[in-house]
């Protein structure tokens, strides 16, 4: 292919060719809450500030879009990895695992039966035969199973087979990753909209008091009581019966709908537990005091009748007459405060400072918010939901039954405050305000998203508005109790006027009633006050006056009113707010009239142009006032003519507050300022133009302009963030607009980019401001996207004439390309560099060209400029902030080239080249910058990772919009820049990467980077110049070509330059060996695999064809993996589970040590092994840093994507010139493949939460295992590889692998998910398994066919074996099953002779996993396997007639199965068999041969080892039961060692399971034992143990496996202890293993004793550093001795008798139990009871309660009775000699003594005189501990002791105590005490005293008796000694506090002291005479009585 051809082009332009524009630019239209926008009233000129406002409000956003970005779905596929309906196309996937699962439960119901064993001698394995196979049906046998085929056919089969249904995108099946590495997604900036609080919705339902006879209003509004502030406008109500609103007709004109409203939109944006409703209720005026008006109300009730009923009709009447008198004055009546906490719940508010305020920009969450959080949050002011506002508040009605009756004197905001506080306090203020009883029902609840028919605060449709509602809702405007930080975006302008005191105290009389008459006017005559105050309820919606409440007889009132006006939006001087004060007289008087005036008062609304707002204390004029009166305001008017009549002399006595809510009055001075000169130059105006205070001249407009700009940035931030989109716009707009002042050319360039660089920075550090993922400021990142635009160079435009009929002229959205005139003008002239003037000099051709332009200006060349020559700290905040200019940079550029319609030319041209130099510096300088920031401590490498990620996104957008040469030669410049300048090796990668894996995320990326190119065609793209590494070491006689197309080689780098950068950066993450490399290795790994499954899923690369180019841009990817084989997490020693890796990679790093071990566990094991195949410890030995585990899976996904998409002709070529080394590697790495994406499962809806996943099912490789056998695959693994074991000291101990590093999650952390998702989950990782386990399969049958050429296959056929069996080692699904053992086949057919020559293990695992699958409950597994197994026995007759060995395995296989697999089913294991047997009668071929006979007697065979396994199933609940089961059929096998050795290994498992840890060890020695006595027979070795009889130290027990003879055994015979155990390595192992069980049972001494037996050995074989290793073992268990002593812990033993002849042979049988330390005598009779209860069925269990004799004959025959009792370790004291330390006395016991209490008279305890005692010594058959933990008694003994003696002993252990509290060292005082009190303390209940009182008294009568008497005395004498020794010790110990208690101590000493004086001194004379005068007959009956046997004491005491 020496050029492209046409299918290549074809490719190309598929995935989106480069001609076509990727940026298009849209105006989309702004969503608007309301029905029609928020405008300006009509037909006014308004302002330019007020125009401009608007403007910005309403006109439409512009927003840039990627146009190949795809549709969203595929976007959200591609990100997500899961498509909403993608797992309706997969096929159902069958596990065993499952079928197994669903099946189970059934056969656990109903109570268990518990089998008896019965024949206890056992049967020997072949006789047990007594089920006939041939009774069963076979399976389905494979048709052509026996048809001879050529290898190459069969092959070809298999391979066709497995090539249909197979899943097209893997990467769809797999778990999408961690969003925390997806730097490439930049989060879409919300759109800036109005700022809503939580919104609650009140509805009120009802009001009514105990009468009813006025009308009544009510206002409702939120107070928070801890910022003493109103927080919403008021809500007015009116919930009266037409009735009474008929009273008020005459002063209601009309009555709007929106007046009509009842229930209020309330938004709380700070929600706390101190806001409260308060609901105020008024009255209509009437005469007197509010009490006195309150009155009726208080003691008249409706339900009364009779008077009452009058009361109330003469009440209705008088009310009616005042109404129509007084209707329009209120006066106030009532209120009621209701608390909202229970709404803003308080435990939800420690979440409110972080949820809430980062809505309204608090980011005290921190800036990298998960993208879904910042979504969330920004979806728009917390809902309550979030907020766990009204969380668990539905809707609730409250009722309010008592009112406060309002105080005359007590009416301003700070008493309610008060009022509040009290209220908070005690909930009540009955002690000194009145309450009213009534009752006021509301309805408070979340506001639903979408309200019908709703009112904004200015009385606009909120959509949907239906047309016939009557009753609207109102939005009531709240007033956040702190800064809201959300740019305004809708017109709003209101005032809210609060007049608040009066003081006409020293007034004329007449003022008493006093209301205030307030008007908003635009001029000075009646006519002229304006309808914009807005109405209460039941009334017009905009009114001209509005009165306030009066309060009666009160000449100094306070108001409460709020009285809101919609400010007009052109104000003048003229506009003012006037005020006229009225006296109310409330009786009719004849002639008189309702109101007198008392005087005026005014507030202009402007104040020098600016809306005046605060609080005043405005004088009060008390007659007319004069014209132009409201030109001044009212404390400063000038002398007038007549002079006015002031109040109290002109002072100020009217309190007021004005309050304005307006989007258009900054209310800022500087911003007010910036504003005035920027419309100033815009305009035409008349200068001095007047800013604020002072008058600003022409020739002083450009200074004052600057200034003001420059202090743009003093301004308080929340008004700069309200009017910020407009601000921005100005400053552009000032940057981009030549400017003419006072005739000079004027330029603000460089000042505005200060500006906004400074506001940029003011706002990024805002801590009340919140921030994306990426740093970004939301509020900076949404300008730009939505809302900037090229600024508008202005033409000179006419002013436009009088506003037409809508559309109105005022608002004309911009044109897509032209820019419609905003009435403005341009003032013309000359126009000089836009950029700097101080800097002329430097461009002066650039000059002549902006000259020759002229105002050409642009934006992006302006700003690009201005970032170039920025200096100091506005040149730092640039690039600290970058993202920000870039974005401006890009945006501009993209409407620049929409604009200019430059689509069409090269992109070369589009931009100018000192724009593309201005670029280049800027990256130089934004990459040195980076640089320079990670050389500094760690807080600033944040913001290095911040500019670096905006860089990368500005070159990604650049990508679409310049030449693409350009952009890589600054790549290229950004990462040679990097290197050169950093040294830390993981930063510098992570920048790197960071920076690559956004650039990849192009939507060109595969075009970039010339996928479709041919290595000789591609033209080069600038080369890197980062040195490579050449990854794999490929030997020189190797096709280059090929070879060299899966490595990383510079071509590859020049042609395809961004993957090429991207393999670079993560091989040198993988190669490096720096601390902290962990994170950046999941970086690079996470950066690859994102990237191939962008392309998997992308439905531009569907076809084949381009997925095959795809792969092969990607081949180089293979050989880094390959590199980095031993760095991949292992998988086997862990149940990889789905947990959270636990721990972050630092605490990863810490792994070291263990990491070398498990890097070098692939490189083989301890044991020098028969090797065979390629060894990996051809690696260098280094340390490498392990992967954890969820990288290496996502490394193997990439790796098999690859092999899968790959031309498969390719891989084969390139695996046949692989040298075997490679090959091996790849092997190792398909195993890690295998065990990376096993199966795990189906979570159980159910138990989800409690066991995260199903068990393991079968003999999965794990850890105990490793540790137990250095079995399973992994095992298999080490052993293959051994090359010389000196090399890895202390493997097997420590490869206890590190599980954070291999708990992997799947997609399944939520625990709390629906079964369907469940089953969804379960169905795509099934499919996910399958499919990846079949590209394994694929490979290897590639590497098979590939290397049959060549001569290394026996190594290679080791290595696919191993793999292949491996994954049938896993849960596999019925679909690769299928397939697998067709691949088996096909190799026991090509190769039979080298596997039963050469791989003896291999061959024995494979019997292993074959014979597993034939037990399986799935049919079509099961005919599988059984063809397999039959053609493997076969083969190995047919080829060297050595049938015997897998004979041998066979059966091996399957006793190691059945003493393993939990979940067995001997059932279709049976009907596997009879399958076998049926195909060895079908195939004739063999009928001439004694094969079918032997394969029969091998059915049998091991159809007698079924039979025991059934019998171990029935007993699976009752360990003791099971081990003796195990123990028996252990035994059965003593002829044939490899089974017994089976055995005792199944048996050592199941005690490791039950952490019986020394009984696991006893097997392995018992086991090493065996195989310690075949090795004697085979030679005689010095250093070897002689058999059995060396173990003797070890445990007496071990003899019983010398049985092995020479006649059971000749070691020769083939197949026979043929297992790796038999060799001195298998020996050394099995008693490491036990010495490493030993000790964590804690029984150091044995392993001294065990060590001593593998030393000699390790000595002979010169392994030093086994040596090294073993001593130092040696020492930890010696220093454990000496450490521990006196703490250690052994067993503690039971008695256990069964009675009953349910139990079977058990019955009449006692056992003594071993259990675990201080295990109590409850706790073992309550297992055993209720296991037994379970068998028996509970109500037939009996627990026998005492220890002595049973009698059978008073027992129910129909129960089962246990008899338990404690039993402690007896030695005579001979035996007392040797038994010195405490281990000594737990170790090696057979006799057990237990002590019976008993009195002749048959109760078991009585008075001392009569308390016998019975010790019963019990002799077991085996001496504990042994291979099980029970063990049964074969001898019992009796000992009778009579009273005295009984006295004797407990006198002796009290001694004992003694003398062991007073020589304990250190001293124990505290012990000492105990032991000193329980002897001589005065109240001890049958204490000392008592003892020698009954037993020394008197001398005994009867001279038997004589010397247990003297032994007594003898015993007290020493007592008593003791106790004196223990008093004076004591002495010597105590505290100062515990004076007294010792002189209590030795009070009582000498008290007993004295009492027992007597007894002690008096001898009995016959016992000291002279010794030959001795009868010899009292000697021996002494000698008999002291231990006689039971029945003789018994008849002499009758």
Not at 774 to 788: D, E, I, K, M
Not at 1564 to 1587: F, I, K, N, Q, R
Not at 1893 to 1916: G, M, S, T, W
Not at 1971 to 1997: N, P, Y
Request: net charge negative.
């Amino acid at each position: 292919m020496t050029h492209l051809n046409s299918l290549d082009v074809q490719l190309a332009q598929d995935l989106g060719d480069f001609t076509d524009d990727d940026l298009d630019v849209v105006f989309t239209p702004k969503e608007c809450r309301t029905l029609q926008p928020s405008l300006p009233e009509e037909g006014v000129e308004l302002d330019p500030h007020v125009r401009d406002c608007v403007q910005t409000y309403i006109r439409e956003w512009l927003i840039v879009n990627r146009k190949n970005q795809g549709s969203p779905e595929i976007c959200g596929f591609k990100k997500t990895g899961s498509r909403k309906d993608f797992h309706k196309t997969l096929p159902k996937q069958t596990f065993e695992s499952e079928t197994l699962e669903c099946s189970e439960p059934a056969a656990q119901a109903g109570p268990r039966h518990l089998n008896v064993l019965c024949d206890v001698s056992g049967k020997g394995p072949v006789t047990a035969c007594d089920f006939d196979l041939r009774s069963l049906q076979p399976d389905k046998r494979l048709e052509n199973l026996l048809e001879q085929v050529s290898a190459e056919d069969f092959e070809k089969q298999n391979e066709e087979a497995r090539r249909t249904n197979r899943q097209a995108e893997l990467f769809a099946l797999y778990p999408s990753v961690d969003e925390e590495d997806a730097v490439e997604i930049r989060p879409v900036p919300e759109c800036p909209k109005e700022h809503l609080g939580n919104r609650i919705l009140v509805k009120l339902l009802t009001l009514k008091f105990e009468i009813e006879i006025e009308p009544l209003f009510a206002s409702i509004a939120l107070y928070d009581v801890k910022e003493r502030k109103k927080i919403s406008e008021n809500f007015h109500c009116d919930l009266n019966s037409d009735q009474f609103k008929g009273f008020l007709r005459a002063h209601t004109p009309s009555v709007a709908a929106s007046s009509q409203a009842r229930s209020a939109v309330f938004s709380v944006t700070y929600p706390s537990s101190d806001i409260y409703l308060v609901v105020k209720i008024e009255k209509v005026l009437q005469q007197g005091e509010i009490g006195d008006c309150a009155e009726p109300y208080l003691v008249i009730k409706e339900s009364d009748g009779g008077k009452s009923k009058e009361k109330i009709e003469k009440l209705k009447l008088q009310a009616e007459s005042f109404c129509q008198r007084l209707g329009k004055y209120r006066m106030p009546f009532a209120w009621a405060p209701i608390s909202l906490s229970s709404f803003f719940n308080v435990s939800t508010l420690e979440r409110e400072v972080t949820d809430v305020d980062s809505v309204v920009g608090r980011s005290s969450v921190g800036e990298r918010r998960t993208l879904a959080q910042s979504r969330r949050l920004s979806e728009r002011a917390l809902s309550l939901e979030e907020n766990g506002v009204g969380s668990n508040f539905k809707t609730s009605t409250l009722s309010v039954s008592s009112f406060f009756k309002q105080e005359g004197d007590r009416l301003s905001d700070e008493d309610l405050f008060k009022f509040l506080a009290d209220y908070k306090r005690s909930s009540s203020l009955q002690r000194r305000v009145k309450s009213i009883p009534g009752l006021l029902r509301l309805e408070i609840s979340t506001a639903p998203e979408i309200i019908n028919c709703c009112l904004t605060p200015e009385m606009l449709p909120v959509k949907p508005f239906p047309e016939n509602r009557t009753r609207p809702h109102k939005e009531i405007l709240e007033f956040p109790t702190r800064e809201v930080y959300v740019p305004h975006t809708v017109y709003r302008n209101l005032l809210y006027v609060y007049p608040q005191r009066l003081n006409f105290v020293n007034k004329l009389a007449s003022a008493r009633n006093i209301t205030i008459k307030i008007q908003f006017m635009c001029g000075e005559d009646a006519s002229s006050a304006m309808p914009v105050i807005f109405g209460k309820s039941s009334g017009p919606e905009f009114l001209q006056e509005v009165y306030t409440a009066v309060t009666y007889h009160n000449k100094s009132p306070d108001f409460y009113e709020e009285v809101k006006i919609k400010l007009p939006a052109k104000l003048t001087v003229n506009h003012h707010l006037l005020f006229t004060f009225y006296h109310i007289s409330c009786q009719q008087k004849q002639g008189a009239s309702v109101e007198t005036l008392l005087g005026y008062s005014w507030l202009p609304i402007l104040l020098n142009e600016r809306l005046q707002t605060g609080s005043y204390c405005l004088p009060v004029a008390l007659e007319k006032l004069p014209p132009n009166y409201s030109m001044h305001s009212a404390e400063k008017v000038p002398l007038q003519n007549p002079p006015i009549k002031w109040a109290e002399g002109h002072k100020g006595v009217f309190n007021i507050e004005v309050q304005a809510v307006s989007s258009v009055h900054t209310q800022d001075n500087h911003l007010e300022k910036f504003f005035t000169l920027c419309h100033s130059l815009e305009s035409q105006v008349t200068f001095p133009i007047r800013v604020l205070d002072q008058k600003i001249s022409e020739m002083a407009l450009e200074h004052e302009l600057k200034l003001s700009i420059i202090c743009l940035n003093s301004s308080r931030l929340e008004p700069l963030v309200l009017f910020l989109h407009l601000v921005l716009d100005k400053l552009f707009q000032l940057s981009v607009q030549p400017m003419v002042i006072a005739g000079q050319t004027a330029n603000f360039s460089q000042f505005a980019f200060e500006s906004v660089v400074a506001i940029a920075n003011s706002l990024h550090n805002s801590k009340d401001l919140s921030k994306d993922q990426h740093g970004r400021n939301c509020l900076l990142a949404s300008y730009v996207h939505y809302v900037f635009r090229l600024p508008e160079l202005q033409r000179d435009v006419p002013k436009s004439g009088a506003p037409t009929a809508l559309p109105d002229p005022r608002y004309h959205t911009y044109g897509r390309t032209s820019a419609a005139a905003v009435s403005s003008k341009l003032l013309q002239a000359r126009v000089m560099s836009s950029s700097n003037p101080d800097l002329a000099g430097t461009h002066s051709a650039a000059d002549e060209e902006v000259k020759n332009v002229m105002s050409s200006k642009h934006f992006h060349e302006e700003l690009a400029l201005q970032m170039v020559v920025s200096t100091g700290m506005v040149r730092e905040t640039v690039f600290k902030y970058a993202w920000f200019f870039f974005e401006l940079l890009v945006k501009s550029m993209a409407q620049h080239v929409h604009n200019m319609d430059k689509r069409d030319s090269f992109r070369r041209t589009r931009f100018s080249d000192r724009f593309m130099d201005d670029i280049t510096t800027i990256v130089n300088v934004v990459t040195s910058e980076i640089a320079a920031l990670l050389v500094k401590p760690q807080k600033e490498n944040e913001q290095a990772e911040k500019m670096n990620i905006s860089l990368a996104f500005f070159l990604y957008d650049l990508l679409s919009l310049m030449d693409r040469g350009f952009v890589f030669n600054l790549i290229r410049h950004y990462c040679n820049q990097l290197s050169a300048k950093l040294n830390n090796l993981p930063t510098l990668i992570s920048m790197r990467l960071e920076f690559l894996r956004i650039l990849c995320s192009h939507e060109h990326y595969l075009n970039l980077n010339l996928f479709f190119m041919n290595a000789d065609t591609a033209p080069t793209s600038p080369c890197p110049s980062i040195s490579s590494q050449n990854s794999s070491s490929c030997s020189s006689f190797q096709d280059q070509k090929i070879a060299s197309m899966f490595d990383l080689t510079s071509e590859y780098r020049q042609q395809h330059f961004l993957t090429g950068l991207l393999f670079t950066e993560l091989a040198a993450a993988l190669d490096a060996e720096v601390e902290g490399i962990s994170k950046v290795q999941r970086k690079a790994v996470s950066a690859i695999h994102s990237l191939l499954s962008s392309h998997d899923l992308d439905p531009r690369c569907v076809k084949p064809e381009v997925k095959v180019k795809i792969a092969a841009l990607y081949l180089p990817l293979v050989g880094i993996i390959l590199d980095a084989l031993p760095q991949l997490c292992d998988f086997t020693g862990v149940d990889t589970r789905r947990y959270r890796t636990s721990g972050s990679d630092e605490e990863q790093e810490g792994a070291g040590a263990i990491n070398q071990n498990v890097a070098l566990a692939i490189a083989g094991n301890n044991f020098n092994l028969k090797t065979s195949g390629i060894v990996l410890s051809s690696l260098p030995y280094k340390q490498y840093n392990m992967l954890n585990a969820d990288t290496t899976r996502n490394l193997m996904i990439c790796f098999l994507w690859i092999m899968k998409n790959a031309d498969q002709s390719l891989i084969r070529k390139w695996i046949a010139d692989l040298p075997s080394m490679q090959l091996n590697r790849i092997l190792d790495l398909l195993f890690i493949c295998v065990l990376c994406f096993e199966y795990k499962g189906k979570q159980n809806s159910d138990k989800v939460s409690t066991q995260v996943l199903q068990k393991s099912r079968d003999v999965k490789a794990r850890l105990e295992e490793a540790l137990l056998r250095g079995e399973g695959a992994r095992g298999e693994m080490m052993r293959r590889r051994a090359p010389g074991n000196d090399r890895f000291p202390g493997l097997n101990e420590n490869l206890r692998w590190k599980k954070e590093q291999t708990h992997w999650r799947q997609a399944n952390e939520k625990l709390d998910k629906t079964k369907a998702e469940l089953d969804q989950e379960a169905l795509i990782s099934g499919n996910l398994a399958t499919e990846a386990h079949l590209i394994i399969l694929d490979m290897q049958e590639n590497i098979i066919q590939a290397s049959s050429a060549l001569d290394c296959k026996d190594s290679l056929l080791g290595g696919v074996l191993r793999v292949l069996v491996n994954s049938l080692n896993c849960d596999q699904s019925t679909t690769y099953l299928t397939h697998c053992f067709a691949t088996l086949r096909a190799l026991i057919a090509k190769f039979g002779d080298l596997l039963f020559e050469e791989e003896v293990e291999q061959c024995f695992d494979l019997c292993h996993q074959v014979l597993h699958h034939c037990s399986s409950s799935m049919d079509v597994t099961r005919s599988q396997a059984c063809a397999t197994l039959y053609l493997l026995m076969r083969f190995s007759f047919g080829a060297t007639s050595n049938f015997a060995r897998v004979k041998m395995q066979v059966t091996m296989s399957l006793a190691s199965l059945v003493g393993r697999a939990p979940d067995f089913n001997e059932e279709h294991l049976r009907r596997s068999l009879r399958t076998i047997l049926a195909y060895s009668e079908e195939d004739t071929a063999m009928q001439m041969t004694p094969f079918p006979t032997q394969v029969e007697e091998l059915l049998c065979n091991l159809n007698s080892i079924l039979y025991d396994t059934v019998k171990m199933r029935e007993f699976q609940e009752d360990p003791e039961m099971l081990m003796d089961l195990m123990y028996r059929i252990a035994k059965s096998y003593q002829a044939s060692p490899d089974l017994r050795l089976t055995w005792l290994q199944n048996m050592a498992e199941k005690h490791t399971k039950k952490k019986c840890y020394t009984e696991a060890a006893m097997c392995l020695v018992h086991a090493a034992a065996l195989v310690a006595e075949y090795l004697s027979m085979l030679e005689d070795h010095s250093y070897l143990p002689v058999g059995s009889v060396s173990f003797q130290n070890i445990s007496s027990n071990v003899l019983e496996e010398s049985v092995v003879s020479d006649d059971t055994l000749s070691p020769d015979e083939d197949g026979v202890c043929a297992g790796q155990y038999f060799t001195e390595s298998g020996l050394v192992g099995l008693l490491e293993q036990a010495a490493e069980l030993f000790s964590t049972g804690g029984l150091y001494e044995t392993v001294n004793e065990v060590y001593k037996l593998v030393i000699p050995i390790l000595e002979a074989h010169r392994e030093f550093r086994k040596l090294t290793l073993t001593h130092s073992k040696l020492q930890r268990a010696f220093d454990s001795i000496v450490n521990k002593d006196h703490k250690r812990m052994f067993g503690t033993y039971f008695r256990v008798g069964f009675f009953g002849s349910k139990f079977g042979d058990l019955d009449e049988q006692e056992f003594v139990y071993k259990e675990p330390a201080i295990t109590k005598l409850p706790e073992i009779s309550h297992r055993l009871e209720a296991f037994y209860g379970q068998c028996f069925g509970a109500e037939f269990v009996e627990v026998i309660k005492d220890s002595t004799p049973v009698d059978k004959t008073k027992l129910d025959p129909n129960k089962a009775y246990i008899q338990i009792t404690f039993v402690e370790p007896y030695f005579d004291e001979y035996e007392m000699k040797d038994r010195v330390t405490y281990f000594e006395k737990n170790f090696n016991l057979r006799r057990f003594m237990y002590t019976t209490p008993f009195t002749l008279a048959g109760r078991p305890r009585g008075e001392l005189h009569e308390q016998h005692r019975r010790n019963t010594v019990l002799t077991t058959m085996h001496a504990f501990p042994y291979i099980k933990t029970r063990i049964s008694v074969i001898q019992k003994e009796e000992f009778v002791l009579t009273p005295i003696e009984v006295a004797i002993e407990d006198m002796k252990k009290k001694t004992l105590q003694l003398a062991v509290a007073i020589n304990q060292e250190p001293p124990d005082p505290k012990m000492l005490q105990m032991v000193l009190q329980g002897s001589v303390g005065a109240t001890v209940n049958q204490g000392p005293l008592e003892v020698a009182q009954v037993f020394l008294a008197e001398i005994p009568a009867d001279p038997k008796l004589y010397r247990h008497h003297n032994k007594l005395r003898l015993c007290f004498k020493e007592f008593i000694m003791r106790c004196g020794e223990a008093v004076e010790k004591n002495k010597r110990l105590i505290t100062a506090d515990q004076r007294e208690y010792q002189q209590e101590l030795k009070k009582n000493y000498s008290k007993l002291k004295e009492n027992l004086r007597p007894m002690i001194e008096r001898k009995i004379p016959e016992l000291y005479k002279p010794i030959f005068r001795v009868e010899s007959q009292k000697r021996d009956s002494f000698h008999r009585s002291s231990f006689r046997k039971c029945e003789t004491q018994l008849s002499q005491g009758s």
